[in-house]
């Protein structure tokens, strides 16, 4: 599953917003869940979302006026893959919004 | 009251949600079932269970089958009033043929649909559900061992529901033990047989819903070794096709007798006389049980759907009563002060029996819809691999469905009864026929002791533990998938607790079985059981993830999702702990159980 969020605030402070938002996000996964973050390039990075013994895979790629990235959906997920989806697009604009 | 209602959001959720990773979805040719169509099919089909089968269920209890003159001054077996016309729609709108092959007639639908389907049927009317269930077990042996001849002769009437079938294994001196029977068929020559010999106990075996009945009867040749190695299975019509394909002449068979039963009352159960009956072998010569258990396994998960069938409609009827009947002050304070009493509803103890009669169903139907997709990956599924690994799995839980269910069906009726106190015990009240009904699904197609007996000396040990791998592996891969310190904790840790006492039960049971085996005999009801709350408790524990993440991402049906969490809370905290009594009982092996000499009882 593909996603892509429009922002204005060039790519240098979208980075540090979603580094400064990361930490917030691992405190709502749930069921004492685990989110690893591993950057891949100055601006691209991998997240691993863990929770009740499921992984969601999430790769991220910061550009001056767009976040893009991919979200895998596990196969015991897949039935709320939308929900999935849009948790992480969600996430990720609230990261965006908050200076 | 006989109370109804299908419970379609929890078969969509058995059926869509609760088993995406069991790597038996996804099958070739099935892509057209999407979930918007299933959901019309099952939405379809409550409609018709609801409507038509419901309201003749009680009548059709009160009034039975029964002998009937004709107009030629003959008499014959009529079903209750209503029956026919039911089932006129009911195979005038394709539902006897929905999962049967379409080169048959069928729809090809899965079976996982087809046993949701089947399980609101049997809520609303099992007796009636046995004439099309005895019809289909008849096409899957005649489809799998009958000559290309007979296919084409007989099959594309009995997928329409124009001709029904019946199956004729038992004799008044046997019935487990088939090896003993003596129903003999002679060859004429020209390729037929002459049956004779008389049966009991046959469903459907005569009746006036079909202008033909089919029988598959168990018959020795006259070379025929002695045992069960020397029956053999034949095809005997009522009336003997003409050069149409119509019924023609009559055959040598009749109805002797209308069994006088405690339930089911509405299914014609016969006996039956076969008098030099002209009839044809399917499949090889004295290997007819072979044929017969093709059948009899179809038939077996069928039996269990029963079981969850009437114990969801019992859970339902008792939920009305408990709401509408007005007895005492909650212990807590009255919560309806207005009223004379409280509704029965807020009393812990009617809790209890309702929180459990919903557990049962809830936890029934996600195993069976497990096993139903298996079932369907059995036939369909894309590779050999897959292919194997569901007959395997189908193999070991066959008679897990059949004798869990149906023991639990009883229980749910019995416990509506009692939800009902003396109402229940009235007939009026609806519910004690759900007990009546429910009784003979623990004694056919091979008795609940039998089902534990195959699954402990035939399933366990089978392919040196192949066929309990299929059940085991997904069981502690969730576990270790899910152990940590989350939510869930409670859960898994009662879960593991339970699986291990099933490992260590199963140990046990090789280890002794092996040295006598009567040490299998005395666990097998007990492990059977066992395993069912294990398998029980593995679909609560997958159902309450994917609620928890279904309330987290966001859902417009929080309610359900919050009600599934509650429900599987109370399997694990009030039923579940009953696996540690059955691993106990197994451990303490057959000792006090065959201490008594026979005189002594």
């Known amino acids: ?99 | 009251m006989q109370i109804y209602n299908a419970p379609l959001r929890d078969m969509r959720f058995a059926l869509n949600e609760l088993h995406q990773d069991d790597g038996f979805g996804d099958l070739p040719g099935h892509e057209e079932f999407t979930p918007d169509l299933v959901d019309a099919v099952l939405e379809e089909a409550a409609r018709l269970c609801q409507d038509v089968l419901l309201p003749i269920n009680r009548s059709g209890d009160e009034e039975g089958c029964h002998w009937a003159k004709n107009p030629d001054g003959t008499t014959a077996v009529r079903t209750p009033q209503g029956f026919k016309e039911a089932y006129d729609q009911f195979v005038g709108n394709g539902w006897n043929a929905l999962v049967l092959p379409p080169e048959w007639g069928g729809q090809g639908m899965p079976e996982a649909v087809g046993k949701l389907v089947e399980e609101m049927i049997c809520a609303t009317n099992v007796s009636f559900s046995l004439y099309p269930g005895l019809t289909n077990g008849a096409i899957y042996a005649l489809n799998s061992y009958a000559s290309d001849a007979l296919k084409a002769a007989y099959l594309p009437k009995m997928a329409s529901g124009e001709w029904s079938g019946s199956m004729c294994l038992t004799e008044a001196h046997c019935g487990t033990d088939l090896g003993l029977l003596r129903t003999k068929a002679d060859p004429v020559g020209d390729g037929s047989f002459k049956v004779n010999g008389a049966k009991i106990f046959i469903s459907a075996g005569e009746h006036d819903l079909t202008s033909n009945i089919i029988h598959l009867v168990l018959a020795r040749l006259p070379d025929a070794p002695a045992g069960v190695k020397g029956i053999s299975l034949f095809l005997v019509p009522k009336f003997l096709p003409d050069s149409a394909d119509n019924p023609g002449a009559r055959n040598g068979v009749s109805c002797t007798a209308i069994e006088h039963k405690m339930g089911i009352k509405a299914s014609a159960t016969c006996q039956m006389l076969f008098e030099d009956s002209v009839g044809w072998l399917v499949g090889e010569p004295h290997r007819g049980l072979e044929a017969m258990f093709t059948m009899m396994n179809a038939e077996r998960v069928g039996v269990g759907i029963q079981g969850l069938g009437i114990g969801e409609a019992a859970y339902q009827s008792a939920v009305w009563y408990a709401k509408d009947r007005l007895q005492s002050r909650s212990l807590s304070g009255a919560k309806f002060p207005d009223k004379a009493a409280d509704p029965i509803i807020v009393h812990p103890d009617v809790r209890r029996m309702l929180m459990t009669m919903r557990a049962y169903n809830e936890g029934c139907r996600g195993l069976a819809v497990w096993v139903a997709r298996a079932l369907d990956a059995e036939k369909h599924g894309g590779d050999e691999e897959t292919r194997a690994k569901a007959k395997d799995f189908v193999a070991l839980m066959t008679p897990v469905v059949k004798a869990l269910f149906t023991d639990l069906g009883l229980e749910s009726a019995s416990l509506a009864v009692q939800t009902y106190g003396g109402h229940g015990f009235i007939r009026e009240s609806g519910v004690e026929q759900y007990m009546r009904d429910a009784r003979i699904a623990m004694i056919y197609e091979g008795t609940n002791g039998i089902q534990a007996l195959d699954l402990v000396g035939r399933k366990l040990g089978a392919n040196m533990g192949r066929l309990l791998r299929t059940f085991f592996h997904p069981v502690s891969a969730f576990i270790e998938e899910n152990k940590g310190d989350g939510p869930m904790k409670p859960m898994i840790d009662a879960l593991e607790k339970a699986f291990g006492a099933l490992q260590l039960s199963t140990a046990t049971i090789a280890q002794r079985g092996l040295k006598d085996p009567e040490e299998a005999g005395a666990a097998a009801s007990d492990y059977l059981r066992l395993m069912g709350l294990v398998g029980m408790g593995y679909c609560f524990a997958k159902a309450t993830k994917i609620a928890g993440f279904r309330l987290f991402f966001g859902t417009e049906d929080k309610a359900f999702y919050e009600a599934k969490i509650k429900t599987a809370t109370f399997f694990f905290e009030r039923i579940l702990p009953q696996a540690g009594g059955h691993f106990l009982a197994i451990k303490a092996g057959k000792g006090s159980m065959m201490a008594l000499d026979a005189e002594a009882f």
Do not use: C
């Open chain 1, 1 to 99: 599953m593909e996603i892509d969020i429009p922002h204005g605030l060039g790519r240098d402070e979208a980075k540090r917003r979603i580094e400064v938002g990361l930490p917030k996000l691992a405190a709502h996964i749930p069921g004492g869940g685990a989110l690893k973050v591993e950057w891949t390039g100055d601006y691209a990075l991998a997240l691993s979302i863990s929770a009740m013994g499921q992984t969601i895979p999430v790769t991220l790629e910061i550009g001056d006026t767009r976040l893009s990235g991919t979200v895998g959906i596990p196969v015991f997920l897949r039935m709320m893959a939308g929900q999935v989806g849009e948790f992480v697009k969600n996430s990720a604009a609230k990261m965006l919004d908050k200076p």
